[in-house]
C-alpha cells in the first residue's frame, strides 16, 4: 500500500524499515505487449502518439531500473510483430534481435506472431536467446516443435519465479495455412496445471501468466479477467491481444479468494509496465504495487 508522499508503507512502517525487520525480497517485474514491430517512435505529426516510443527509449529506462532495483525481471505478452515495414521486410530478425539485446527473460506468442508462418517464427526464434513459452498449444508435427517451453522458473534474490506463457483461439483468427499443424487447447484448464504444477510441484514464491488471451470481452470468450477469477496458483496476468491501456493493475479475486493481478500496457511499445513486488521467501506472503511508464522523449 502506499503511504504519505507515495512511499510504500506496511501499517506504521517504510518499505526500508519493514525490511529491516522481516526477510523480504524486493521483485520488480517489466512488461511489454502488442509491440508490433514498432521499433521507431511515432512520426513527430503523428495525431495521437507524436514522438512517442520507441525500441531505444525503452532500453534506457529498463536499463535505468536496472542500475537502481536489484532483482528485475523482463517480459512480452505477444504479437511482437506485424505492423510496420521492419516486418514486412525481415519478417522478425529485428525485433527479435532487439529484444534479446535489451535483455528479455522470456515472451509468449501471440496471434501475429504467426504472419509469416510457423515456419517463419520458428526460423526467427533462432535470434531470440528469450524462451517463448506457451503451455496450450500443441506443436507436434510442426515447425515449432522443440522450439519452444511451457513454463520456465527464474531464481532472483533467493526467489523462486514460475513463469508461463498461454494464448488464445487462433482458428478464425489466424489463416490455417499460416498456423498450420499448431493445436490450440482449452486455456483455462492448462494454465491452472502449469500454476499448480509451478507452485506446489516446483515451490515458486510467485507465479506468472504471459497471456494473449486479451484482458475482457463481451462475449463468452475466454479473457485474462476470467481466467484470473477461475485460477487457483496464478499471481499476475501480463496480457495482451486487446491493446487495453491500464495505468495500474486490476485486481481480481481467484475461485479461492486469493488475490490475482491484472496488467496490460496498450501497444506499439508506448508504454512500459511496472510492478513492484515485495515477497516473504517461504512464507506465501507479498504485497505488490504497479503502474505503467509512458516512453517519450526525454528518456
Known amino acids: 500500500m502506499l503511504g504519505a508522499g507515495g512511499m510504500l508503507a506496511f501499517g506504521n512502517l517504510s518499505a526500508n524499515e519493514w525490511f529491516a525487520k522481516k526477510e523480504v525480497v524486493k521483485l520488480t517485474i517489466l512488461h511489454t505487449n502488442d509491440v508490433h514491430s514498432r521499433l521507431e517512435p511515432f512520426p513527430a505529426n503523428d495525431p495521437k502518439f507524436p514522438g512517442m516510443g520507441g525500441a531505444a527509449r525503452r532500453a534506457a529506462l529498463i536499463n535505468s531500473i536496472r542500475n537502481t532495483e536489484p532483482n528485475v525481471l523482463l517480459f512480452d505478452a505477444g504479437d511482437i510483430f506485424q505492423g510496420t515495414p521492419y516486418f ?14 535489451m535483455g528479455y527473460d522470456a515472451a509468449t506468442i501471440g496471434n501475429h506472431d504467426f504472419d509469416a508462418g510457423a515456419d517463419g517464427l520458428a526460423t526467427q526464434l533462432a535470434h531470440a536467446n528469450f524462451p517463448m513459452l506457451n503451455c496450450n498449444y ?51 484448464a492448462k494454465a491452472n496445471a502449469a500454476a499448480r504444477y509451478l507452485k506446489i510441484d516446483q515451490k515458486c514464491d510467485l507465479v506468472i501468466c504471459l497471456s494473449h488471451l486479451g484482458y475482457s470481452y463481451t462475449s463468452s470468450q475466454v479473457s485474462d479477467l476470467v481466467l484470473a477469477a477461475q485460477s ?5 496476468i501480463i496480457g495482451g491481444h486487446t491493446h487495453t491501456f491500464l495505468n495500474h493493475p486490476t485486481r481480481v479475486k481467484n475461485n479461492k479468494g486469493a488475490e490475482v493481478l491484472v496488467n496490460q500496457v496498450g501497444w506499439a511499445g508506448l508504454r512500459l509496465g511496472r510492478i513492484d513486488y515485495f515477497i516473504s521467501p517461504g512464507a506465501n506472503k507479498h504485497t505488490a504495487d504497479g503502474h505503467a511508464l509512458k516512453i517519450f522523449k526525454s528518456q
Open 232 to 236: 487457483e496458483h496464478i499471481n499476475l
Open 88 to 101: 514486412n521486410f525481415y519478417h522478425g530478425e529485428p525485433e527479435l534481435k532487439v529484444m534479446s539485446q
Open 138 to 188: 500443441t506443436f507436434s508435427g510442426s515447425p515449432l516443435e522443440g522450439k519452444t517451453q511451457p513454463h520456465k522458473i527464474f531464481n532472483k534474490g533467493g526467489l523462486r519465479i514460475g513463469v508461463f506463457g498461454i494464448g488464445l483461439e487462433l482458428n478464425g483468427l489466424v489463416p490455417k495455412n499460416l498456423y498450420g499443424e499448431v493445436v490450440y487447447n482449452e486455456p483455462i
